[in-house]
């Protein structure tokens, strides 16, 4: 039962240019969080989706990043007109339920880097 | 070694010590608390959780404590091994919620 998957695993963009950033859940998890985590720093919650739904985007700043799980396919985060300050770790998680005691699966991350 | 979470990012132990990593959390109102561990260039991986309605629970080599009146929780680490240098997160949930909120992480380095 394969884990978490995010692709790619290293992506650098120069400024201005898009990134996407895609999360396949573990096999029958319909949550999917995204976070970001900055160097030496903890990991920043930015996004929580159900399948075609997206059910807290209380972390995401208000422009230039969205985000979407569809019912076919992964998650993807998109980041349009990249500046140097996006260039972090962003780590996807998968859960097969809502709920206070339910664990959550991280990916391996994708690390953004903008030049 | 014991560390004093934010205040002590870094703590060094001998390999077959044992490890304390504290963690201070702020919410009163959270319920339910995980460890994470995070090896350099990989995910976070759970390694242990526990309840608010519980002070202490136990995994294999690792325990952790909660502390409800001062909003402490604590992870030991018995007889530390190399494999266990990390960098550890304590994350908390409160009810209703449902996003596990991560505190900054306190770097474990085991010296053989």
């Known amino acids: 039962n394969a884990g978490v998957m995010q692709n790619p695993r290293h992506l650098v963009r120069r400024r201005g240019q898009e990134a996407r950033l895609r999360c396949s859940p573990m096999?029958?998890?319909?949550?999917v969080y995204w976070y970001r985590q900055l160097p030496e720093e903890g990991l920043k919650f930015m996004v929580y989706?159900?399948?075609?739904?997206?059910?807290?985007e209380s972390g995401m700043p208000k422009e230039r990043f969205s985000a979407e799980f569809p019912k076919e396919g992964p998650s993807i985060l998109r980041i349009q007109q990249v500046v140097r300050g996006d260039s972090a770790a962003y780590f996807c998680a998968s859960s097969l339920r809502q709920g206070v005691n339910t664990e959550a699966f991280f990916g391996q991350g994708t690390r953004l880097t903008v030049v | 070694g014991e560390s004093v979470g934010l205040h002590l990012p870094t703590l060094s132990v001998q390999e077959g010590d044992n490890s304390i990593i504290n963690c201070a959390y702020s919410n009163s109102a959270s319920d339910y608390f995980i460890w994470y561990k995070q090896e350099s260039g990989k995910g976070p991986q759970f390694i242990i959780d526990i309840r608010s309605n519980m002070d202490k629970r136990q995994g294999q080599r690792v325990t952790v404590l909660l502390n409800k009146t001062v909003k402490h929780l604590s992870l030991q680490i018995a007889a530390t091994q190399p494999g266990d240098s990390a960098v550890y997160f304590c994350?908390?949930?409160?009810?209703?919620?449902?996003?596990?909120?991560f505190g900054r992480g306190t770097s474990l380095i085991v010296h053989p």
């Open positions: 989706l159900q399948k075609e739904n997206i059910i807290d």
């Open positions: 096999k029958g998890h319909s949550h």
């Open positions: 994350a908390e949930k409160t009810g209703g919620s449902y996003i596990p909120t």
